[in-house]
C-alpha cells in the first residue's frame, strides 16, 4: 500500500509570510494527525482529524496555526504569519480508526526553515 | 497526564555489543508503548510495540523491548549492534483508549562504532 504523502519537502520563508503543508494519508484511514518536530525534542502532537472533524486541537497555536480535512482525506496545515520558532519538521501520520493498536505510519515530513 | 522520559541524549556503543536505550513512562491505565527510529531526513519507522500479554516483545530488525509495570519502564534492546542501527530513537505511549494519540520521548541518539 501506498504511505502518507507530504509535501512539499522543504520550505525556506522569511517570518511574516504564510506557508502551507498537504498530506495524503493512507487509503481508508480515517484519523489524522499532524505533528511538529523541533530539531532536538520529540514530535509533538498539533491537531488530531477522525473522518473531517477534529478530536484534540488543544495543542495548535490557534492564533497563527490552522488546519482542516474538509472531505475526511487530504489534510492542509497552514501557518499565518510564520515565526522564527515555528522551524521545524512537520509530520503527518494516519490510523485506520483511532482504535488502531499498531504503531501509526508517518510520512517523510516537510523541512520548514523560517529566516 | 501522559508522558514519556528517555533520560539519555547519547547512547555509544561498538558494533557487536549489546545496546539499551531507556525509556520510562507516566499513563494512567494500561499504556499502549512504541518504538520508532529516524534515519536522517526521513520519517519515523515503527519498530515494535507492547500491547498486552508477554512482557518481551520483538520487532524488527533484531530489536526487542521489555516491559516492565513496577519500574514503568519500556527499554529498547538489541543483543549485538550494528553500526546501521545508528539513529534517532523514540519511545511513545497512548492511553488505551479510542482517539488518543502518541505522546513521544525527546529521543535517544544511538551511535554504534566500528
Known amino acids: 500500500e501506498a504511505g502518507v504523502a507530504q509535501s512539499p519537502r522543504y520550505k525556506i520563508i522569511e517570518k511574516r509570510q504564510s506557508v502551507a503543508f498537504w498530506c495524503n494519508p493512507i487509503?481508508?484511514?480515517?484519523?489524522l494527525y499532524w505533528y511538529q518536530q523541533i530539531l532536538g525534542q520529540g514530535p509533538k502532537l498539533l491537531i488530531q482529524f477522525q473522518n473531517n472533524g477534529v478530536v484534540d486541537d488543544s495543542q495548535l497555536p490557534k492564533d497563527r496555526f490552522s488546519a482542516e480535512r474538509l472531505k475526511g482525506v487530504d489534510s492542509t496545515l497552514k501557518i499565518q504569519p510564520a515565526k522564527l520558532e515555528d522551524s521545524a519538521v512537520y509530520l503527518c501520520?494516519?490510523?485506520?480508526?483511532?482504535?488502531?493498536?499498531?504503531?501509526?505510519?508517518f510520512g517523510s515530513g516537510t523541512r520548514l526553515t523560517v529566516v | 497526564a501522559q508522558s514519556v522520559a528517555q533520560p539519555e541524549d547519547q547512547v555509544n556503543v561498538a558494533e557487536g555489543n549489546p545496546l539499551t536505550v531507556k525509556c520510562t513512562y507516566s499513563?494512567?491505565?494500561?499504556?499502549?508503548l512504541f518504538w520508532y527510529v529516524q534515519y536522517p531526513n526521513r520519517g519515523l519507522q515503527f519498530l515494535l510495540k507492547y500491547i498486552t500479554g508477554d512482557n518481551l516483545v520483538k520487532g524488527s530488525y533484531g530489536f526487542e523491548a521489555e516491559f516492565n509495570k513496577s519500574q514503568t519502564s519500556f527499554h529498547l534492546k538489541k543483543p549485538s549492534a550494528l553500526v546501521s542501527d545508528s539513529a534517532l530513537y523514540f519511545c511513545?505511549?497512548?492511553?488505551?483508549?479510542?482517539?488518543?494519540?502518541?505522546?513521544f520521548g525527546k529521543g535517544t541518539t544511538l551511535s554504534v562504532s566500528s
Open positions: 501520520a494516519s490510523s485506520l480508526e483511532g482504535l488502531e493498536r499498531d504503531g501509526y505510519t
Open positions: 487509503s481508508g484511514h480515517a484519523t
Open positions: 499513563v494512567s491505565g494500561n499504556p499502549y
Open positions: 511513545a505511549v497512548r492511553y488505551n483508549q479510542a482517539g488518543t494519540a502518541l505522546i
